[in-house]
Nanobody, 118 residues
């Protein structure tokens, strides 16, 4: 599975961005996709996750502002980010998971920088 992320950039506080993550390869094995982010000096945290069958879930800090969605025809997952805050500044990573035999295979896209100016 290969993941290609795009859509980062520089935006003012209160603005919006949409990230995209296109998956290719053995897509059928994927059980879910999501987005992590990593701010400078901090750990990489999961912020949104979309199961193949199920409802999306979000970390508390982005609930009500970010929306994760998928387009099966395009094998793409999106992260719509609204009401952006300076604390959302981070490198955002696309992620896919495959659950098999009690373990998780993880797949990562390259990071895309999101910078929110105050």
């Amino acid at each position: 599975v290969q993941l290609q992320a795009s859509g980062g950039g520089l935006v003012q506080a209160g603005g919006s961005l949409r990230l995209s993550c296109a998956a290719s390869g053995r897509i059928s094995v994927i059980n879910g996709m999501g987005w992590y982010r990593q701010a400078p000096g901090k750990q990489r945290d999961l912020i949104a996750y979309l199961p193949r069958a199920g409802t999306p879930n979000y970390t508390e800090s982005v609930k009500g502002r970010f929306t994760i969605s998928g387009d099966n025809a395009k094998n793409t997952v999106y992260l719509q980010m609204n009401s952006l805050k300076p604390e959302d500044t981070a490198v955002y990573y696309c992620y896919a998971a495959r659950f098999i035999y009690g373990k998780v295979d993880e797949y990562w896209g390259q990071g895309t920088q999101v910078t929110v100016s105050s």
